[in-house]
């Protein structure tokens, strides 16, 4: 994987292109729910560290991962289990490279710790967001909360706050109205679920970015945040340039 990040070019739009209003209900006609949401892949900064790993399946076929069979998991010297936790089940899909600012964390499912010895303990997958495989990671659970409404419409993008699309499920490349993916904006840079995005495209030939569509934020990391794309004219890409919608100053 590689995420080509784009330099903030100074062009400014003397025109923008006409937009109506989307729903204020940023789950809109897509019944977005905070599941689809949290299986979305995760861009890393950094490769994880793991403490606790899946050990494999309890089951006779130790190839089939199904969610009516336990996990195994294998345990550590105070590592803190105890029955009834929940955690997110995880694996790095693609190795940060050299120059690349995000690698790529798949989410594969959640499980809640059910019974556990000095050596393993036994999990149950309530979900499952894609195969859980041996050596899947655990990281403490924390609920996706959706958004109610975005952010009032405003007309004004501030170019001055430049982002840039990272990455959709299963590492995505090629977006559209619907789609949920992540952009490089997150605590750090002031973004709040419900914001609104508008994307465009830096063709680099000195010409004016192209407008492609807007986003409402759904949920915010520190270096990164999960969006949903509430209208597009053409299809988004990794590297186009998120800027935020704010309302003028008074």
Request: hydrophobic share 40%; net charge neutral; charged share 20%.
């Amino acid at each position: 994987m590689r995420i080509r990040l784009i330099g903030a070019a100074a062009i400014w739009l003397a025109a923008f292109p006409a937009w109506a209003q989307s729903p204020k209900d940023v789950r809109g006609p897509w019944t977005l729910t905070s599941t689809i949401v949290m299986c979305t892949d995760v861009p890393i900064a950094a490769k994880p560290a793991p403490v606790l790993t899946v050990k494999g399946i309890h089951n006779y076929d130790l190839k089939l991962m199904t969610t009516s069979a336990p996990l195994v998991i294998g345990r550590r010297p105070d590592d803190g289990l105890a029955v009834g936790q929940r955690y997110i089940l995880a694996r790095v899909k693609n190795q940060l490279e050299h120059g690349e600012a995000f690698g790529d964390l798949r989410i594969t499912g959640v499980a809640t710790i059910k019974a556990l010895d000095e050596v393993n303990a036994m999990a149950d997958i309530d979900v499952a967001c894609d195969g859980i495989e041996a050596g899947d990671y655990l990281a403490p659970y924390t609920e996706t909360v959706m958004p109610g409404s975005a952010a009032p419409v405003v007309v004004d993008p501030d170019f001055t706050d430049r982002g840039n699309v990272l990455f959709g499920v299963d590492n995505r490349t090629l977006l559209g109205t619907g789609d949920v993916l992540s952009i490089d904006r997150g605590t750090q840079q002031g973004t709040v679920p419900g914001a609104r995005y508008a994307v465009y495209r830096d063709r680099r030939n000195g010409m004016p970015l192209i407008y492609l569509g807007e986003m409402v934020v759904l949920s915010v990391g520190e270096q990164t945040s999960k969006v949903v794309i509430t209208k597009t004219v053409d299809g988004v890409e990794p590297g186009d340039i998120v800027v935020p919608r704010r309302a003028p100053s008074k």
